[in-house]
C-alpha cells in the first residue's frame, strides 16, 4: 500500500495569470484616472500645427474661437462686446494670461478683435494653443 505525501512538503506554485490581470486593471485605471484629471475648458477646434512649449499653469482662462466666429471663454459662449466684462472677473495678478485655442479655419479680423478684448480685459500674456507635430 503506497501512502500519499502531506501537504507540508509539497513546493508551493505562483499562478502567473492572476498577477498579469491585477496588473491590466491598475494600468487601466490609472491610464482612466489621469485622463480625468486634465482640466481643459476649451472646445475642440481644428488647431494649427507648431513647435511650442507645454504649459505649465494651473487653471488657465482659455479663449477658444470657431471656425464659424463662435467666441467661448472656459467653454461659456459670449459675443464680442460682452468677452471684455466676461473675462474681466476670471483673470488674476498671478495669472493675467490667456490661452487662445483659435480654430485654423477662424477668420484673422476675430481672432485680433477677441485679443483686444481681452487686452482690454486685463489680459497680459497669451498663448497660442497650437497641435504638437
Do not use: C
Not at 498577477?19 to 481643459?40: E, G, H, K, P, R
Not at 512649449?53 to 466666429?69: F, M, N, Q, R, W
Not at 459670449?78 to 480654430?103: C, E, F, M, Y
Request: proline share 5%; no cysteine.
Amino acid at each position: 500500500m503506497k501512502l500519499r505525501k502531506s501537504r507540508a512538503s509539497r513546493k508551493g506554485r505562483i499562478e502567473i495569470i492572476p498577477m498579469i490581470d491585477v496588473m491590466f486593471f491598475l494600468l487601466a485605471t490609472f491610464m482612466l484616472s489621469s485622463l480625468a484629471m486634465q482640466n481643459l475648458d476649451s472646445l475642440q477646434v481644428n488647431l494649427p500645427q507648431g513647435k511650442a512649449e507645454k504649459l505649465k499653469t494651473d487653471t488657465p482662462v482659455t479663449l477658444t474661437l470657431t471656425a464659424d466666429s463662435k467666441i467661448y471663454v472656459n467653454r461659456k459662449e459670449v459675443s464680442l462686446q460682452t468677452l471684455a466684462a466676461t473675462l474681466a472677473p476670471l483673470l488674476s495678478d498671478a495669472q493675467p494670461g490667456v490661452i487662445v485655442s483659435a480654430d485654423n479655419a477662424a477668420p484673422q479680423g476675430i481672432v485680433v478683435q477677441a485679443m483686444l478684448q481681452a487686452r482690454a480685459a486685463g489680459a497680459r500674456n497669451f498663448l497660442i494653443a497650437v497641435k504638437h507635430e
